[in-house]
């Protein structure tokens, strides 16, 4: 494939600069993205990362650039720190919730899979499960020891960050070995040093652990991205992508993993890139007070999923994101006034559903042509709406300024082009954008509230009485009716064939 339209740059965060991005292989972007620790219901903050990758894809693809992702699920290594303490949160998980750590980690990964697919996020060319890689992990580390780069304590084996050049380089920092996380285990030669190979303690049996030539034990939660990494897109690929607080130590210490099994200065990726934090100023978020920490609770206010999808893509993804439920709220009022918009196009146009999904149904990752999609959206297109495929490939193509290309979809739907080139250019744009928007009805963005009082058909219902006390001059109980709906969360549309929607819950 063939790049289309501007120059596409990307901040680099191992260079802390934009640079023109020019793939390792023209005919094929290898891309890896850090996934979760399926422990627990992925966090709303966790969840703006994959919007991110899933951006980042899909620009790659809509200009032109066929792309092989791959997603690790960590089941397996990954403590309550960072710093090389405390205890594994598989291991905790399970003894919580009296089941086996493989019982949750099936849970949470088909939990975390169901809303990446509500927020409309594709799937990866290859889902990497560490617990499926644990014998290439540990031929991994004892090539890493036979490179003289770790050495062995009581605990496990460890890397000695002082064997490769440069560490920290990614976090900015060059101040050699002493710049890690303050030291908490004994025996450690640099703070900075992290395990590869965690033994398991004498006498102890964890539910998941495996003989190595350094005992019983479990890998190492750094070691499994650069072991699925390198196993899948080679030992130098295109981009590696991950959130803000990856930068630091994470993602210092794959290169640092990636540098010493190479035996030479190459990363694993030539672009890493980061989104940074969603934050919450509110304190309305947390897990710990009920708050709305996951997408789940937040459809159970009433929002569509596709609506926190909008509000990641209306900040750029190296900006902080404030969450509030005011912000919500506002970018469900934005996709419903699109999806009404294209709702007009559609009846002006004289278009149906079936004509406006060239090839959305047969799905991406399953082999339907990405560009093959987008030339049969702008064929034909007349010089004034091609202006505007320019105007939004530049701001694309500039580190993915999303939201310089939200307005020029603005500008297409305002413009007096025809109908039909509207919805050709609103179809393009949105393989980008990944709403669904020709796809998504009114209906669909009404969610029903988990604590409503009433289900459908009692709505129905009482709008029907309502319609006949109103008929019959019964203002009474025609106001009865309407109070009662309204005290349900009803947003009453007289006059609109839709007639009603839940209202969402979306301020306290």
């Known amino acids: 494939m063939t790049q289309t339209g501007a120059p596409l740059t990307l901040f680099n965060s191992l260079t802390r600069s934009a640079e023109t991005f020019v793939p390792i292989d023209p005919k094929m972007v290898r891309l890896y993205s850090c996934g979760p620790t399926v422990y627990s219901t992925a966090h709303l903050g966790n969840l703006r990362a994959y ?20 997603i690790n699920i960590t089941d397996v290594g990954h403590l309550t720190s960072d710093a090389d303490a405390g ?18 980690a099936a849970r949470y990964t088909r939990l975390f899979k169901d809303d990446l697919k509500a927020l409309g996020i594709l799937d990866p060319s290859i889902w990497s499960v560490a617990t499926d890689h644990v014998q290439d992990m540990i031929a991994f580390a004892q090539t890493l020891q036979d490179h003289g780069a770790t050495y062995e ?38 703070a900075a040093d992290f395990a590869i190979w965690r033994k398991s303690p004498a006498g102890e049996q964890r539910q998941m652990e495996w003989l190595s030539p350094w005992g019983p034990g479990a890998p190492g939660w750094h070691l499994e991205c650069s072991v699925m990494s390198l196993k899948y897109l080679g030992e130098q690929f295109d981009i590696h992508t991950g959130g803000i607080d990856h930068r630091e130590i994470h993602h210092c210490n794959e290169i640092a993993q990636n540098q010493a099994y190479n035996d030479t200065a190459r990363t694993g990726a030539n672009v890493w890139m980061h989104n940074n934090f969603l934050v919450d100023r509110t304190g309305k978020m947390s897990k710990s007070k009920g708050g709305v920490a996951t997408l789940g609770a937040l459809v159970a206010r009433g929002a569509h999923p596709l609506a926190y999808r909008l509000l990641c893509l209306g900040a750029h993804y190296r900006s902080e994101l404030e969450f509030s439920l005011e912000a919500v709220a506002a970018a ?24 406006l999904r060239p090839a959305r149904e047969a799905g991406f990752g399953k082999g339907a042509p990405f560009d093959w999609q987008r030339h049969q959206f702008e064929a034909g297109l007349s010089a004034d709406a091609v202006a505007f495929v320019a105007r939004f490939d530049e701001a694309l193509a500039g580190d993915l300024m999303i939201p310089q290309a939200l307005p020029v979809l603005d500008a297409v739907i305002a413009s007096t082009l025809p109908a039909d080139e509207k919805l050709r250019l609103i179809g393009s744009f949105d393989l980008a954008l990944g709403l669904g928007l020709l796809d998504l009805d009114r209906r669909d963005l009404s969610v029903q509230p988990k604590d409503a009082a009433l289900a459908d058909a009692e709505v129905e219902a009482l709008l029907d009485n309502r319609q006949a006390a109103r008929a019959a001059k019964d203002f009474a109980a025609s106001d009865a009716a309407r109070d009662s709906l309204k005290a ?5 549309m007289d006059g609109d064939p839709l007639r009603w929607e839940w209202r969402p819950q979306l301020t306290d």
């Not at 205890?87 to 949750?104: C, F, N, R």
Request: glycine share 12%; aromatic share 6%.
């Open 51 to 70: 919007v991110f990758t899933d951006t980042l894809r899909r620009v790659l693809n809509w200009k032109g650039y066929a792309t092989t992702h791959v």
């Open 87 to 104: 205890d594994d949160k598989m291991e905790l998980a399970a003894q919580k919730s009296g089941t086996t750590i493989w019982d949750v």
């Open 153 to 190: 304590l009581d605990g496990g084996l460890y890397f000695d960050v002082s064997k490769v050049p440069d560490y920290g380089r990614l976090a900015g920092q060059h101040g050699g070995p002493e710049i890690g996380r303050i030291e908490t285990v004994e025996g450690k030669r640099h």
């Open 332 to 355: 469900l009022t934005r996709l419903k006034r699109l999806v009404l918009a294209i709702a007009a196009l559609k009846a002006e146009a004289g278009l149906d559903d079936a004509m």
């Open 488 to 492: 349900a969360g009803i947003e009453i």
